[in-house]
């Protein structure tokens, strides 16, 4: 039987919805003693995507993702309402693509990921390379369901599918100098246009990169995602493989990475090289550190429904997870350390 511990992370907002109707079953199946959540995808969630996707090209795209089997972690189970899929796939922020919240899943549609090769090295004793096959034969897969907390206040709760990333920076070998972690995006301006293009590419340095410090990045929370929704990502949620950070503001959530790089200096992240006033290296998600523009004390939850349904709700410190996270910053200054 599914254990569930009620976290300081967990909403309490009614689940009577097509998403829940998945989770339901995943319990079932889990019950059963099948432990994958990628077996199944609903019917309506399914309808949901096709309701959505009208042209046949679109249908193409939400094809292209494979079924994933993942397990399912009991530990990340809340009992959410989910953001529906069709609205997880549609509304992004990949710059590469686009500035414009539609603009990745029209301009990514052709974004080819395969191969993919994502590269660890820096202060490790082991540096290594490895293919998107290799990495699903070594790693096995997990189920968890995040919020996902945009610096722009507006929230999504989403069932990711991913490896721990400690699990991944243990097999380099980390030796003693290595403090942070550095992440980059792929650089492929013919692939992705906003790479070339000021225009499309909104004018910030390309390519995309992060960082973390490195208890952060191993931390049980952060997660290298390869699916969303129990298959594999879209390629405008950041395919094949992205970072997830959910005490953070989304901005760090990487996508489509290809290196991971240990480092003993704090590495540079893309928006805080863009506008460091506005936006900082840790970015953790704070209701009482407003944005230079606008409050951070609320959010607008995507869910169910048309957008004039948009719920909006108290921001959590560290985005709900503060249980897990909030010794990390013990004696830290989260307004001096945005
Ligand atoms: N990664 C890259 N390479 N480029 C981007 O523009 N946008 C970030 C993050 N990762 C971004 C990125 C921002 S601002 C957010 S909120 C999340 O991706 C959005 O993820 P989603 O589109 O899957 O919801």
Redesign the pocket.
């Known amino acids: 039987m599914l254990i569930r511990s009620k976290k300081s992370s967990e909403i309490s907002e009614s689940s009577t919805t097509p998403e829940s109707i998945y989770l339901q079953r995943r319990e079932i199946l889990k019950g059963l003693g099948i432990a994958a959540s990628g077996l199944i995808l609903p019917g309506a969630a399914q309808a949901g995507i096709l309701d959505y996707f009208s042209s046949k090209e679109e249908e193409v795209v939400a094809d292209r993702r494979r079924k994933l089997s993942a397990t399912l972690n009991p530990a990340y189970q809340p009992d959410w309402q989910l953001t529906p899929e069709s609205k997880?796939l549609t509304h992004?922020?990949?710059?590469?693509f686009g500035t414009g919240k539609a603009d990745p899943v029209k301009n990514a549609r052709n974004f080819n990921t395969e191969p993919w090769h994502i590269v660890i090295d820096g202060e490790v004793d082991k540096p290594f390379k490895l293919s998107m096959e290799e990495l699903f034969k070594l790693f096995p897969l997990e189920d968890r369901i995040y919020r996902?907390r945009?610096?722009e206040a507006w929230s999504?709760n989403i069932p990711w599918v991913g490896i721990r990333l400690a699990d991944l920076i243990k097999r380099a070998q980390p030796n003693s100098n290595a403090k942070y972690v550095a992440f980059e995006?792929l650089h492929d301006p013919k692939q992705m246009p906003g790479q070339s293009s000021r225009h499309i590419g909104g004018g910030i340095p390309y390519p995309?990169v992060e960082g973390l410090r490195i208890d952060e990045a191993m931390n049980d929370l952060t997660m290298l995602s390869v699916g969303l929704y129990g298959k594999t990502l879209a390629p405008?949620?950041?395919a094949p493989i992205r970072l997830v950070v959910p005490w953070k503001y989304?901005?760090k959530?990487?996508?489509?990475i290809v290196k991971i790089r240990l480092t003993s200096q704090q590495p540079p992240n893309t928006w805080n090289i863009t506008n460091a006033r506005e936006y900082g290296f840790y970015a953790n998600v704070n209701p009482e550190v407003d944005h230079p523009r606008w409050s951070q004390g609320s959010e607008r939850f995507i869910g169910e429904g048309g957008i004039l349904s948009v719920s909006r709700e108290k921001t959590k410190m560290f985005n709900g997870y503060a249980d897990e996270v909030a010794s990390l910053y013990s004696g830290m200054d989260l307004r001096k350390n945005i």
């Open positions: 997880v992004n922020n990949f710059y590469e996902l945009c610096v999504m995006t995309y405008q949620n950041g989304g901005f959530s990487i996508k489509s």
